[in-house]
């Protein structure tokens, strides 16, 4: 079966600071899309960076960045110079290219410390 | 932004009682879903549409039905709404199974009593 797995309920940084957020996924698939989107307070999901498996360089997105380990099925995001609006729950997802299928991880709430 | 409208954007009702939640688009995206949001559990897909009169299953479609008559609308219906149902409405849409990226609603959060 396919899961993502986000391990990390909650997280707190301090401003300005750099924060790592873990997630790894299971699949027999070898191309797909990798997401992680923002939920602030207002509850709307933001996308924040998407990863496409065959791409071995790492996206990045001004302070948005990843770690994609394809072997190890781990898609960690990085956000560096933490600002206050940074607050938000956290959701990594996957989809295999060409389905319907996403699949969502439980989420991981970031608090940003003034 | 894909243009997505979710009504209601509040709703209270009573156990037994139907209730239909609305997503419009704007985008002429083919694939359109109906997530549930439940703390603990992320998003799970109760419903999704592929096309006018497509739509299948999720992993959560018990208890709710879905319709697409047009490809800017997409019906949620709880025929009879139970106090499990009580989660916040996610509606997301797509372009096409090869582009990735879904763009989302604001939600509807549901409570129902």
């Known amino acids: 079966a396919q899961t993502v797995t986000q391990s990390q309920p909650e997280m707190s940084v301090q401003e300005a600071e750099t924060v790592t957020l873990s997630c790894t996924y299971d699949t027999s698939e070898s191309d797909y899309y990798l997401f992680w989107y923002k939920q602030p307070p207002s509850r709307q999901m933001i996308l924040v960076i998407r990863?496409?498996?065959?791409?071995?360089q790492n996206a990045t997105e001004n302070r948005f960045s990843v770690n994609f380990q394809k072997a190890a099925k781990s898609f960690s995001l990085k956000i560096s110079d933490s600002q206050l609006g940074d607050a938000a729950m956290y959701f990594c997802a996957y989809s295999p290219s060409g389905t319907y299928k996403y699949i969502f991880g439980t989420g991981t709430r970031l608090k940003v410390l003034a | 932004d894909a243009g997505i409208t979710q009504s209601p954007r509040h709703k209270v009702t009573e156990t037994g009682t139907p209730v239909t939640l609305r997503c419009h688009q704007t985008?002429?995206?083919?694939?359109m879903y109906w997530y549930r949001q439940d703390p603990g559990h992320g998003l799970r897909l109760i419903h999704y549409?592929?096309?006018?009169?497509?739509?299948d299953k999720g992993e959560v479609s018990d208890g709710y039905s879905v319709s697409r008559s047009k490809t800017e609308d997409f019906l949620l219906t709880l025929e009879s709404a139970t106090s499990s149902q009580t989660s916040v409405y996610f509606c997301a849409t797509q372009a096409g199974a090869n582009t990735g990226e879904l763009f989302f609603g604001e939600g509807s959060r549901l409570t129902v009593l």
């Open positions: 985008e002429n995206h083919r694939y």
């Open positions: 990863q496409e498996a065959y791409k071995q």
């Open positions: 549409s592929y096309g006018v009169k497509d739509t």
